[in-house]
């Protein structure tokens, strides 16, 4: 089955930037969305950006438009998480996933089959 695992995240300064990686084994079907999420503790998964595995279609949430950027590499099977700008309230744990819907409508965790073990990033100010 596809498996997703995240890395990257760690403990950085508001204002600050951070990388994150999702590296991707065995999606086969080329048309799959993926896509990030976070979830802050006591709070619902959110959604926070989508790309086309096999385009270059991206969408953002409203929180992170304009400082994060959602990319891959398709060669080295990897989807990454630019994160620039952080602050306090970005501050959860970061899951990479994967859909077999389009990229269009793919922005509700309900949708994706796939999902990574997350990778931890906090924000201190």
């Known amino acids: 089955q596809v498996q997703l695992v995240e890395s990257g995240g760690g403990l950085v300064q508001a204002g600050g930037s951070l990388r994150l990686s999702c590296a991707v084994s065995?999606?086969?079907?080329?048309?799959?969305?993926m896509g990030w999420f976070r979830q802050a503790p006591g709070k619902e998964r959110d959604f926070v950006a989508t790309?086309?595995?096999?385009?270059?279609?991206?969408y953002y949430a409203d929180s992170v438009k304009g400082r994060f950027t959602i990319s891959k590499d398709n060669f080295k099977n990897t989807v990454y998480l630019e994160m620039n700008s952080l602050k306090p309230e970005d501050t959860a744990v970061y899951y990479c996933?994967?859909?077999?819907?389009?990229?269009?409508?793919?922005?509700?965790?309900?949708?994706?089959?796939?999902w990574g073990q997350g990778t931890q990033v906090t924000v201190s100010s």
């Open positions: 790309i086309r595995w096999n385009g270059g279609n991206t």
């Open positions: 996933a994967a859909s077999p819907v389009t990229w269009q409508v793919a922005r509700v965790a309900g949708v994706y089959d796939y």
């Open positions: 065995r999606l086969t079907f080329s048309s799959y969305t």
